[in-house]
């Protein structure tokens, strides 16, 4: 059973937006440590945003003030949404959690981890310019 699923992507034109929501099975939680991930062609995956279980949040400067990580832990679910979205945004985008919770640097959930528990299989988002 895949731990975490992944929807919501989709083709947009620059300067649109996109609902990413990502689901957990019972064998999951969100609840500790959630992040958004995504990996372009070529490139190395890297994390857009994290989320801790305190509601603490960090952002990759690329997407601050554009994109926003939400969780709902009594539905143990983890949503991103995109605004004015641009081409160097297009990637597979990974749902990821941590059953401990984040590293913390700095008092805040870690844009470099990468040793999370579970994951989800992707969703691609394409932006048109």
């Known amino acids: 059973q895949v731990p975490l699923v992944e929807s919501g992507g989709g083709s947009v034109r620059a300067g649109g937006s996109l609902k990413l929501a990502c689901a957990a099975s019972?064998?999951?939680?969100?609840?500790?440590?959630a992040a958004w991930l995504r990996q372009a062609p070529g490139s190395a995956r890297e994390a857009v945003a994290v989320?801790?279980?305190?509601?603490?949040?960090n952002y990759a400067d690329s997407v601050k003030g554009r994109f926003t990580i939400s969780k709902d832990n009594g539905e143990n679910s983890l949503t991103l949404e995109m605004n004015e979205l641009k081409p160097e945004d297009s990637a597979m985008y990974y749902c990821?959690?941590?059953?401990?919770?984040?590293?913390?640097?700095?008092?805040?959930?870690?844009?470099?981890?990468?040793?999370?528990?579970?994951w989800g299989q992707g969703t691609q988002v394409t932006v048109s310019s």
């Open positions: 019972r064998s999951a939680t969100l609840s500790k440590c």
């Open positions: 989320i801790d279980m305190d509601g603490s949040t």
């Open positions: 990821a959690a941590d059953r401990w919770g984040c590293t913390l640097i700095n008092g805040r959930p870690s844009m470099v981890q990468t040793d999370y528990t579970y």
